[in-house]
């Protein structure tokens, strides 16, 4: 396995809209092309089931 020691940029679509995917050995975050604010989540939130309250904190940030 090659291990994670920098960041992985990488483009997608979804639907119409083109987003930016980076991968760290901390978090990803999804950010829409040209942008430079997204939806960012930490492996640890994920991991441990934190991920349902970290997205729901960064909703209620941005909204």
Do not use: F
């Amino acid at each position: 396995m090659t291990p994670l020691d920098r960041p992985l940029r990488r483009e997608l679509t979804i639907g119409e809209d083109t987003y930016t995917l980076t991968i760290t050995p901390e978090a990803m975050k999804l950010v829409p092309k040209g942008k430079r604010k997204g939806l960012e989540l930490a492996w640890a939130d994920l991991v441990s089931g934190d991920a349902a309250i970290a997205k729901a904190l960064q909703a209620s940030l941005q909204g």
